[in-house]
């Protein structure tokens, strides 16, 4: 079993930055992915970005690609969300996932374990 524990979210200004960390935990495979999606009151999960094991190959939404970057340190078994130039849109709970395959996927399907969720919120 994988744990993931997600964490950073908060309230933060149009045009402000914040960073969302997700640690893994449990029994890790050796193949596995990391992504990132959110959920806004009323909306569906969405995807937001992926990290994909060996060339660490990244894709993004394009709502926020160009202002969020994702990146993951294998050794501690964490992935990061960095988030520039946030928007009142951007305001959602986001959540971390696991996917234990060699190959990302923007589908929410696609992914074995997730993160408890941590809510952002930008103010206009």
């Known amino acids: 079993q994988v744990q993931l524990v997600d964490s950073g979210g908060g309230l933060v200004q149009t045009g402000g930055s914040l960073t969302l960390s997700c640690a893994a935990s449990?029994?890790?495979?050796?193949?596995?992915?990391m992504g990132w999606f959110r959920q806004a009151p009323g909306r569906e999960r969405e995807f937001v970005a992926a990290?994909?094991?060996?060339?660490?190959?990244?894709s993004y939404a394009d709502s926020v690609r160009g202002r969020f970057t994702i990146s993951r340190d294998d050794a501690k078994n964490t992935v990061t969300l960095q988030m520039y130039r946030l928007k009142p849109e951007d305001t959602a709970v986001y959540y971390c996932?696991?996917?234990?395959?060699?190959?990302?996927?923007?589908?929410?399907?696609?992914?074995?374990?997730w993160g408890q969720g941590t809510q952002v919120t930008v103010s206009s």
């Open positions: 996932a696991m996917r234990l395959s060699y190959h990302a996927s923007d589908s929410k399907d696609d992914y074995n374990y």
């Open positions: 990290i994909a094991l060996g060339d660490s190959r990244t």
């Open positions: 449990g029994r890790i495979d050796d193949n596995w992915c």
